[in-house]
């Protein structure tokens, strides 16, 4: 199993580009997150996913839109990039519950630079 | 509403040193505290969680209920354990764990 990839690794973009960071997971997980990492702030979610054609926001999703069109895959885009995007994003999928608990899994991450 | 705090954005220590990185949670309910762990310019990983009661590599965790903490010990640190270290919490059959803001552990020779 490939567990948790990313696309693309890095990537740097100017001031309003667009662009698609896409996660795919080959452990069939129902549950599939977005998060950005910023040195001092941890890790906070942008969106999540609860399941194939579903969505909803966390805790900072202001600049990004998500999409579940198939289980296996969540799209992380934005629209006309800013530099408070500058950050290391990180997708990551969970286990169902066995017993009283669960484990996510995370990618590698993805360094993004908006200039 | 639930809440991770890690007081500590920087532990450093030198090897064979105890190490204590501090968790406290807000939580009414049953939590579920997790501890994940990421080396440098790696994927964060799963390094224990409460309800396994387990030992990695050299890491325990307890939960207290009473002072609302899962600290994170290790007797002799090791310069591979230097990372940042995040504690997570779900609550309530919550699938949308909280993450502290991370301590980053570092063990000089």
């Known amino acids: 199993n490939a567990g948790v990839t990313q696309t693309p690794k890095f990537r740097v973009l100017k001031t309003g580009q667009s662009m698609t960071l896409l996660c795919a997971q080959d452990m069939n997980h129902e549950y599939m997150y977005w998060y950005r990492q910023d040195p001092g702030m941890g890790l906070r979610l942008i969106h999540y996913s609860v399941g194939e054609g579903t969505t909803a926001k966390g805790e900072v999703p202001d600049g990004y839109n998500v999409s579940r069109l198939k289980k296996q895959n969540f799209l992380l885009g934005l629209e006309s990039a800013a530099p408070s995007q500058t950050s290391v994003y990180f997708c990551a999928s969970r286990t169902p519950r066995t017993g009283t608990s669960y484990e996510q899994y995370f990618g590698p991450g993805t360094r993004l630079t908006v200039t | 509403a639930q809440r991770v705090t890690q007081p500590e954005k920087l532990l450093s220590v030198f090897k064979g040193a105890p190490v204590e990185l501090k968790c406290n949670y807000s939580y009414s309910g049953s939590p579920e505290l997790f501890w994940y762990v990421q080396y440098s310019r790696q994927r964060l990983q799963l390094l224990l969680r409460h309800i396994s009661r387990e030992s990695i590599k050299g890491f325990t965790a307890d939960l207290n209920k009473g002072e609302t903490s899962f600290h994170l010990k290790k007797p002799f640190a090791q310069e591979e354990d230097s990372a940042m270290y995040y504690c997570?919490?779900?609550?309530?059959?919550?699938?949308?764990?909280?993450f502290g803001r991370g301590t980053s552990l570092i063990v000089h020779p």
């Open positions: 997570a919490l779900s609550g309530g059959g919550s699938y949308i764990p909280t």
